[in-house]
Structures are given as C-alpha cells and as structure tokens.
Nanobody
C-alpha cells in the first residue's frame, strides 16, 4: 500500500517535498512514479524513477524544477518541487510499477496507486 503526504498550500515560487511510503517489503524492486490531476483534466505524468534510482524521467513541464528521488532503506520515494507555479496546482499521486521491466511514463505502466495529496499554489 502506498501512502502519499506532504501536500499543502504554497505561494508561487515556493517549494514543497512530497513523500510516498510503501508499507510492503519489496519496494526496492519497484519502479516508482508521480502523477498529478488538476480539476477537469486528465491525470498526467510528472516523473518516474527506476527501482535502483539510476534512471529518472520527467514531464517537460517540470524539468529543471522538480526532482524525484528514493530511499529504498525507508521504502520511500520523494518529489521535490521548486519554483512552483499556479499551474502546478493538482492532486499528486504516487504509483508503483511492480514488474519494473522498463521505466514508464504513462499511467498504464503503473499498477499500484496511492491516494493523492493536494498541492495548491496560490498567493
């Protein structure tokens, strides 16, 4: 089971760090991803990280601002978000690809989802 946290209200230009903890025993074998869904929009890819942390992918809209990382000893994946913009406002979801064959960037690449955490960027 995945549990995301760390969302909140932040001013434009601010930062937040999201965390997602896996309560299972095989987190270190999963590729992990972050997605987001704004009101009235489809859920979209934000970033993903290979099971060993060696490879990451990002959506073009967050390149240079967001960083995904993981700590396998803590069963946790993080999303550090800097230079936040109002258009980053959304519910953020973490997800796991338990097969971990190829590091994906689409929703269908991930088969285990956590509940979302709300991020609101507003002055």
């Amino acid at each position: 089971q995945l549990q995301a946290s760390g969302g909140g209200l932040v001013q434009p230009g601010g930062s937040l760090r999201l965390s997602c903890v896996d309560s299972g025993r095989t987190f270190s074998t999963y590729n992990m991803g972050w997605f987001r869904q704004a009101p009235g929009k489809e859920r979209e890819f934000v970033g993903s990280i290979k099971y060993n942390g060696a490879v990451t992918h990002y959506a073009e809209s967050v390149v240079g601002r967001f960083t995904i990382s993981r700590d396998n000893a803590k069963n946790t994946v993080y999303l550090l978000m800097n230079s936040l913009k109002p258009e980053d406002t959304a519910i953020y979801y973490c997800a796991a690809d338990r097969a971990a064959v190829v590091l994906g960037t689409t929703r269908r690449a991930f088969d285990l989802w956590g509940q979302g955490t709300q991020v609101t960027v507003s002055s």
